[in-house]
């Protein structure tokens, strides 16, 4: 009887903090932003003569004084940087810091906006293969789409790709397209635990 009251009462005990996915994604989902890229260059017919070349991807705030964290290879050469909020405010941003080899930029935003809210960051050390993790971004232009998954596996720097030399990845096989570039991946307690880089079947 003692054995199954336990059972039982620990079956009924459930944390107070505990949040379905949901409801940690509806707390997250306003330190995302769509980053949008604008990069002259020049064309082939004529001196002189440039092209605009837009991208698009993800970033996620992780300071109170608008500090944006985001891949590399989406800004590092960009000449118009902006990141677009939850609520379609619309912010100028600037890299102040940048590592191509671990596909990592910082950017400052011109201002902070009243509404927004910073990402926790987490550990990544501690995150195991087969954990549950999901990702918030833009793939394709379409902003804060969830997308969930486990942690597939573990790479060491220089075991994946030769041009990443400081990058440790982790795989996943929570969907990732286009848009998702430079967007968090958060663990269930909506920790951000790594920056989406690369497609790798691509």
């Known amino acids: 009887v003692a054995l199954l009251t336990a059972a039982v009462l620990s079956w009924l005990w459930v944390p107070a903090e505990a949040q379905t996915l949901g409801q940690v994604f509806k707390r997250v989902s306003a330190s995302v ?4 890229t604008r990069e ?8 002189g003569q440039t092209v605009n070349i837009s991208g698009v991807g993800s970033g996620v ?5 608008g500090k944006v964290m985001t891949a590399a290879h989406l800004v590092h050469t960009a000449d118009e940087i902006s990141a677009e909020f939850l609520d379609g405010e619309i912010v100028g941003a600037r890299v102040i ?3 191509p ?3 990592v930029s910082l950017l400052q935003l011109e201002r902070m906006p009243p509404r927004a809210v910073v990402a926790k960051l987490g550990d990544s050390d501690k995150v195991d293969v087969g954990d549950q993790v999901f990702i918030v971004g833009a793939p394709y232009g379409i902003g804060h789409t969830l997308s969930v998954g486990h942690i597939s596996a573990r790479h060491k720097p220089n075991t994946v790709y030769s041009g990443f030399s400081l ?3 982790l795989q996943t096989g929570a969907a990732i397209n286009q848009g998702n570039s ?3 991946m958060f663990s269930m307690a909506g920790e951000v635990i790594g920056i989406v880089s ?3 079947s691509k």
């Open 97 to 99: 810091a940048s590592e």
């Open 40 to 47: 002259k260059e020049v064309g082939a017919r004529g001196q």
């Open 101 to 103: 080899e671990a596909d």
């Open 61 to 65: 705030l992780i300071s109170a004084d």
């Open 33 to 36: 932003v769509v980053v949008r």
């Open 198 to 200: 690369h497609i790798i």
């Open 167 to 169: 990058a440790e990845f």
């Open 182 to 184: 430079g967007g968090p």
